[in-house]
């Protein structure tokens, strides 16, 4: 089992930034991917950024440029830095983590921008 707690959301106006922090604690030999995924209201999930353990990274087009992941894999943790942010990055933030084959997700934390 692994468990995931979030931690950074808020309220930002547009144009500012937020730092989202994840901490995975658990049985488990180690992490391969963790990464970001978002929901905003009446939207499906999305993926926002993963990175793998070797330290390659994938980003939502939407979000290149703007956000940046960044990983520990000692600490078992993985960041999001998001600059520029937009009214339409509005959503739930989840942060996931791949142990073997399986999905493991935090709570998610609310990240609302105001325009």
């Known amino acids: 089992q692994v468990q995931l707690v979030e931690s950074g959301g808020g309220l930002v106006q547009a144009g500012g930034s937020l730092r989202l922090s994840c901490a995975a604690s658990g049985s488990y030999c180690y992490i391969n991917t963790m990464g970001w995924y978002r929901q905003a209201p009446g939207k499906q999930r999305e993926l926002v950024a993963q990175s793998t353990r070797g330290g390659s990274t994938n980003y939502a087009d939407s979000v290149k440029g703007r956000f940046t992941i960044s990983r520990d894999n000692a600490k078992n943790t993985v960041s999001l830095q998001m600059n520029s942010l937009k009214p339409q990055y509005t959503a739930v933030y989840y942060c996931?983590?791949?142990?073997?084959?399986?999905?493991?997700w935090g709570q998610g934390t609310q990240v609302t921008v105001s325009s």
């Open positions: 996931t983590a791949v142990v073997v084959t399986r999905d493991y």
